[in-house]
């Protein structure tokens, strides 16, 4: 009896039975993300029939749009939560294949001038955080928490800090919490600012990118507003992700400097473990896009591929948004992060609008 | 106290990361899509 107790302590977790544990909730991800394609094609035709005006909604919002309501009226099951938890998988497999539609010197172009735009974000977000932070009195390494995900990239940068900076959890969720609130209001105000000043889609897909923490949330807004955005949005955000290593690299050696974090050991390693590797098959895939592995056909596929990833990562965006648990984290850390992201917004148009006239975009 | 410290000892990761996971995939249906057995993917 007790040695059988023994290895059910030690058994290890059967790979098959985690993949049928994730199966309900992609499935879930499949038919809320496939409903917001149904309901785009339909709503429209059966609005004109009845000659009824009525905005052309996308897919994304209407995907976006059921699962917040699920989510937030009769929540999701414990079944599926495993399975909607893989958004993040869906939205970094799409990234890669979306290297299919760029070809490497537009990536380079366009990267280019992202990273000065990211330098120049990255910088200013973590000093105008920090300084936030300090006015409210919040907690030091909250404060950190909270200026990486705004900076860098959201949840996974406040992850990757956490660990580096030894914050607390309780801090940690907070500033998830903040950044995922903003993310989400981010959806509906990006949109209807960029239609209000007209911005043009390269314009608002590189704010879109600049300007929204999270990744998923960022592809959203951007193809909220049209492809081309997206694509754009996609691109910008990336740049932003790949500089995640250096910023969480930063925090590390100045928390170790103060005593309160273990010192970095081997900096090639830490910035290895922490670069975000989808960045790179991005940057393969669309190598191998412009040295003609691809043929026309192909590229097409692998857009049409990516656009399906896409969906179940907008569909999980809706799904994982409870905006009642979010209220519950405490006023504090969203006053610090909603008062930080506007003024970033703010300050990343002026940025954006600023390289519109310089490169005339 | 040995057997505490084990069981305290940070549990170090093993495999791929959802990260590396996510890149195989898409390498994975790329080259599907490249040789041909997945000819047009509808949208």
Redesign the interface.
Known sequence: MASSIAVAQVRPVNPALQFLKIVPGVLLLAAVGYAGKLLEANVGKYAKAHHWTFPNIEYVLWAILLGLAISNTVGVPEIFRAGVATY???????I??LG?RFLLGDVLKLGGTSLALVGIEIVGAIAFMTFLGRVFGLKPKLTSLLAVGSAVCGVSAIIATQGAIEADEEDSSFAIAAILALGALSLFTFPLIGHALHLNDHAYGVWSGLAVDNTAEAAAAGALYSDAAGKLAVLTKTTRNALIGFVVLAYAFYWASRGQAQAVGNKAKFLWQKF???V??FL??ST?ATAA??SK??I???A??S??AFLLTFAGVGLRTNFKALSKQGLKPFAVGAIGEVAIAGFTLGLVLAAQRIFGW | MSEQRQALAPVKQRGFSIDAWAVLLAFVLAALVRAGVFKHIPW
């Open positions: 993040e998988f869906w939205l970094k497999a799409g890669v294949l299919a975000p590797k989808f790179l098959g393969i895939i191998l592995f691809f056909e192909q097409g596929a692998l049409n591929l656009r399906w």
